[in-house]
């Protein structure tokens, strides 16, 4: 899939419409993405009950690629479990950064696929990666974990790739 | 703006098809689509002359400077003094000690600051510079205020991205040691009134850097009518090699400046006990320098030189004006950066589309623009955006290369309609 196609699928429908934009009351998760580079900024905030995602949602700026990769996260993780959601953080990873060939190797992107382009450019893997870091680092913290709630969010600042 | 116009403003006197042929890599196509390079101001091209003696260079003159007495380093000493001498003409530079050869110009205002900075700025001082300062004219002040508890001034700026004369005059009080300053800014493409800006300066007695970076490719600079005491600017912006800079420095605050770097090359006598430094320029060029780089820099400016500095001025001015005319015609594109003085720099912005989706679309249609803070993140914190998408020209740029621009503008806002 070319870059324009690539930019046509995903801006028509997530971009403009993002899915589950906002911020939850309800939140146990917290986490605070951000590409100093180009000003990508994403707040994800989640509720984990039983290991399991029960809803969440994104708020930020950034540039189309991100919000959409955003988008499309939100809606994709929604009702996993936590260990089958890290493992999809780990297969966008790979398959953004080239290092998973969705053509030939197993893995449970599904439409994600879409952003398989993005290996070609490679300025721009850090945008379609940074919700999925932040996915990553809400999961990873445990202090947030056991407070229950959104008393004490603690911000995680997600680097680049 | 009407058609009439438009076709005064797209003829100026410089045969570009014939510059072009010049340039190689303006021949390369990517996407199938000829290649459309609008980021002159991040780095510009090498022409054929120039590329042609940096081969000469290494396939017939190579060997290290001022150090044997065989052929090779006579002629490639001769190459690399004679380079100083172009730079020094360039800049109608009266003493050729006063041209030091650094890495670029990040390179040039870190030798002021470490040289000149941690010598006589301390505790309580004040450094001036202005709100649009490029990251390299702004972070090695504040390492120096860091080290010596120095601070920095400030000039504002307003929304057309022109310096506030006023407030400059107001910041000087009794503890302003320096002033460092962008001749030209590369996100905004304002070309600063320099030279009243040193006079008022050196009224408070207090010396001016200024950044060249991105003035040189575009403005005539005279440091002697500027009377500037120091002038930094970078080789692969002015059409020659990367990895070469230049710092002008008044000799008589060279004499004053401890070396920035020891090693080889900058001494006249070295003993466990003591060692001597040597006379400037040299003092300041430790180790072997850039030798090809340096006399690339030498054959770039022999070329503009020959083309001639107001002729491509006037080119590159049409330019802007027609793609400011053409870009500010566009419902819901936004110029930032509208000075009076202007170098061929346009930063804009376009309603609800992120400067990298920009970037990342015109790419395909093989325009090259820069998307992103242009290492200016003050700049765009003034403006109110992350970041800019940002077209700059040169000579060798055509009023088709801009066409090719709006067209692409118009085709990224119809995908994001």
């Known amino acids: ?161 | 703006m009407s058609t009439h116009v438009l076709h005064v403003a797209q003829h100026t006197d410089l045969d570009v098809e014939r510059i072009r042929a010049d340039f190689p890599i303006l021949q390369r196509r990517f996407n199938d689509k000829p290649l459309v390079y609008l980021d002159n101001a991040a780095s510009s091209q090498m022409p054929k002359p120039v590329i042609d003696r940096l081969v000469r260079y290494q396939t017939q003159e190579h060997a290290n400077v001022h150090r044997a007495v065989h052929h090779l380093s006579e002629i490639a000493t001769a190459g690399y003094e004679g380079a100083r001498r172009k730079v020094q003409q360039f800049l109608n530079v009266g003493d050729e000690r006063e041209i030091i050869f650094t890495r670029g110009t990040t390179e040039s205002i870190n030798l002021v600051m470490h040289g000149y900075g941690r010598a006589f700025i301390g505790a309580g001082d004040e450094i001036i510079l202005s709100a649009m300062e490029h990251h390299s004219n702004i972070v090695p002040w504040q390492m120096l205020c860091q080290e010596k508890g120095a601070k920095l001034r400030v000039i504002p700026m307003n929304d057309n991205g022109e310096l506030l004369l006023d407030d400059y005059q107001n910041l000087f009080n009794e503890r302003t040691r320096f002033v460092s300053i962008a001749h030209v800014s590369n996100a905004l493409g304002t070309i600063n009134p320099v030279r009243e800006m040193i006079a008022i300066a050196h009224s408070h007695g207090v010396p001016v850097l200024l950044d060249g970076a991105q003035a040189v490719p575009h403005v005539l600079v005279d440091v002697q009518a500027l009377d500037c005491d120091f002038y930094a600017f970078s080789g692969h912006k002015l059409y020659g090699p990367t990895g070469i800079g230049i710092l002008y420095g008044k000799a008589a605050l060279l004499e004053k400046m401890q070396p920035y770097q020891g090693g080889g090359d900058m001494i006249l006598s070295v003993t466990f006990e003591r060692t001597t430094y040597n006379t400037i320029p040299y003092k300041f060029e430790a180790g072997t320098p850039p030798i090809a780089a340096a006399i690339g820099l030498g054959a770039a400016i022999d070329y503009v030189t020959e083309i001639g500095l107001d002729r491509i001025a006037a080119h590159e001015n049409a330019l802007l004006n027609y793609a400011t005319a053409q870009l500010s015609a566009l419902p819901g594109v936004r110029l930032i950066g509208t000075a009076h003085h202007k170098a061929a720099v346009l930063s804009f912005e376009i309603d609800g589309i992120h400067p990298h989706d920009i970037g990342t679309i015109l790419n395909e249609d093989g325009i090259a623009i820069r998307a992103g803070h242009h290492c200016a993140q003050p700049v765009m914190q003034r403006f109110g955006v992350p970041a800019t998408a940002r077209a700059s020209f040169a000579f060798y740029n055509t009023f088709n290369e801009v066409d090719a621009l709006v067209a692409g503008i118009k085709n990224v806002q119809q995908m994001f309609s």
């Open chain 1, 1 to 161: 899939m070319d870059t324009k196609q690539l930019y046509q699928e995903v801006i028509l429908d997530h971009n403009k419409k993002p899915r589950n934009y906002g911020a939850l009351e309800n939140a146990n998760r917290r986490a605070e993405g951000h590409n100093p580079l180009c000003g990508d900024h994403i707040i994800l905030s989640v509720r984990v009950e039983d290991e399991r995602i029960e809803s969440l949602a994104f708020q930020g700026e950034g540039c189309a690629i991100c919000k959409a990769s955003a988008s499309m996260m939100t809606t994709y993780v929604k009702g996993k479990t936590l260990p089958e959601a890290e493992q999809m953080v780990q297969e966008f990873r790979d398959m953004a950064t080239g290092k998973l060939n969705i053509e030939h190797q197993p893995h449970h992107l599904g439409r994600l696929t879409v952003f398989a382009g993005v290996r070609d450019l490679p300025a721009r893997v850090k945008c379609a990666i940074l919700p999925w870091h932040t996915l990553h680092a809400a999961f990873s913290n445990e202090h947030v974990a056991s407070t229950e709630g959104a008393d004490e969010p603690m911000k995680a600042i997600v680097g680049n790739v």
